[in-house]
């Protein structure tokens, strides 16, 4: 055994099966690279990427400025100043909507918080900037995100059952609600 | 006069040509390395520049010329300034002595010339030798100039490591120097004429210099801190090690001196053990005048043979620790080497004229 190992330490015998393995890769080349900004990866329909603003499918915008997302949000990232609409006492907006997405942690928890669906998680990833505050979005970038991600604006599957769906669509036509 | 002029534009278009080729060897072998090391590793390497990126030595080349030029506070400006050189110059002048092709002597306009070597001198090795120990200056100056500790750390790693190692390659030549009896590459090669049987790392009689070799190509491992023997630029220790202050184009010259050194160290290792141009078996070779189209041939696939194996094992091992890179040195190539220098002589004695 000990005179077996020496033979294998003289001729350098692991070195040798290493250079095999790495030779192995050489000859079947098979690369896993990936040629991103060429070639894109697909990527999960859950994916968390940028956050964007929604709207209803006549253009209003879903958010009523509850500011439950702003409590939700664990890095503190959203700002939310809530007001009436003017003219509808009944009604609030979000005046101010602003995200500090150097902060966000892209958790989506103020997705899973929002009571009305008016946020959502689009596909996007490639936000690098050159200057840190152009990552502080206000709300009519958030809004154009949220139209450019969402051009096709489904409920989400929990917000499609009647008795949620009070809050989910447009306040011109509420449907019937069923008992 | 004329005569003198004659030769010297002569030998300084031969040193113009070899310098050409070494050092566009040089930039498809940082190509090649890449390209190598990434499909070793199952990548793809530089794809980016030119179809599967062959163009990136040149992108390569221009980003290093426009880098800005830095020289950090506190550093010594003239040795700082003077270690590339120091580095390149002996990388490069080692060529002058390696024969390229047969040893033949034409007659241009009355002046003799050797075509396939720029200077046939008797201590050839020696002069290899010697200078590859003064490119350790430079590397040694170019880590203390730099008022920094990473840098210090990898020249004083530089300067310990090829104490150590050329002592061995020096020994692992002595075997082939007993046999050939010169110290002129040209006469070693020339003896090694006649297929791979006679040449010395496989020669039977009166005996195979292959353990010879293989110190020899461990140790020149060393002597050009590649991996496994980096250790003067660990890049997880030193951050670059002896270079880690410069940029532009000293920081091309250190590389430059890198890759010279590598293609000299497998030219020496063709040349002392695998024949030098002489094709392998006798057949391959072309016949009377046309001997130097496959002289050149058999030399550059065999210096591309042994800087293949250099990338091979880069891709293969990791890096050793620094006392068991002494260790190694020390207590096992030395030993050997020493033995094949005593069982060469012992048997050269024996057998005298084979």
């Known amino acids: 055994m000990t005179f077996k190992k020496w033979i294998k330490s003289l001729i350098f015998f692991e070195i040798l099966m290493g250079m095999k393995e790495t030779m192995k890769h050489f000859l079947n080349y098979r690369p896993i690279t990936l040629e991103y900004p060429h070639v894109k990866k697909s990527l999960p329909d859950n994916y968390r990427g940028m956050l964007g603003l929604l709207r209803y499918d006549d253009g209003t915008e879903k958010c009523v400025g509850c500011d439950l997302c702003e409590a939700a949000c664990p890095s503190r990232v959203i700002r939310v100043v809530s007001a009436e609409v003017p003219g509808e006492p009944t009604k609030r907006y979000a005046k101010d909507y602003d995200m500090d997405m150097t902060r966000c942690l892209f958790c989506g928890l103020c997705v899973q918080a929002c009571p009305v669906d008016a946020l959502g998680m689009s596909q996007e990833f490639e936000w690098a900037v050159y200057d840190k505050r152009h990552l502080q979005l206000n709300k009519q970038q958030l809004l154009a995100i949220g139209d450019r991600a969402f051009p096709e604006r489904e409920k989400r599957l929990e917000f499609q059952h009647p008795n949620v769906a009070y809050f989910n669509v447009s306040f011109k036509d509420i449907p019937e609600k069923e008992c | ?354």
């Open chain 2, 1 to 354: 006069m004329f005569d003198a002029g004659i030769k010297l534009a002569l030998t300084l278009s031969q040193i113009g040509v070899v310098m050409g080729v070494v050092l566009l060897t040089v930039a498809a072998l940082t190509l090649l390395e890449r390209k190598v090391l990434s499909w070793m590793q199952d990548r793809m390497g530089p794809m980016e520049v030119g179809p599967y990126g062959v163009l990136q030595p040149v992108a390569d080349g221009l980003k290093l010329f426009f880098k800005e030029d830095i020289i950090p506070a506190g550093a010594n400006r003239i040795m700082f300034s003077l270690a590339p050189i120091l580095v390149l110059v002996p990388a490069l002048i080692g060529f002058a002595v390696i024969p390229f092709g047969p040893d033949w002597t034409v007659e241009v306009l009355g002046v003799e010339f050797k075509p396939f070597v720029i200077s046939d001198i008797n201590v050839g090795v020696l002069y290899v030798l010697a200078f590859a120990s003064i490119g350790a200056y430079g590397i040694i100056l170019g880590g203390w100039s730099s008022n920094s500790k990473y840098s210090l750390l990898g020249g004083l790693r530089s300067a310990a490591q090829l104490i150590s190692y050329e002592l061995n390659v020096g020994l692992a030549i002595v075997g082939v120097l007993l046999l050939s009896g010169s110290l002129s590459l040209v006469t070693i090669s020339e003896a090694q004429a006649g297929g791979f049987w006679h040449w010395y790392a496989f020669d039977p009689l009166p005996f195979p210099q292959f353990v010879a070799f293989v110190v020899f190509l461990i140790a020149s491992v060393a002597e050009t801190n590649r991996v496994p023997f980096d250790l003067p630029e660990a890049e997880s220790e030193l951050v670059a090690g002896f270079f880690t202050e410069y940029s532009g184009m000293r920081f091309a010259f250190f590389f430059l001196a890198e890759y010279a050194n590598m293609i000299l160290v497998s030219c020496m290792s063709t040349v002392l053990f695998f024949g030098g141009w002489h094709a392998p078996v006798p057949f391959l070779q072309a016949p009377g005048d046309f001997a130097w189209i496959t002289g050149i041939f058999w030399f550059t696939v065999k210096v591309y043979g042994f800087l293949f194996l250099f990338f091979w094992l880069r891709a293969t091992l990791p890096r050793l620790r620094y006392d068991q890179l002494m260790r190694f040195g020390w207590k096992v190539l030395l030993p050997i080497a020493l033995g094949n220098v005593v069982v060469t002589s012992i048997l050269a004695y024996i057998f005298p004229n084979s």
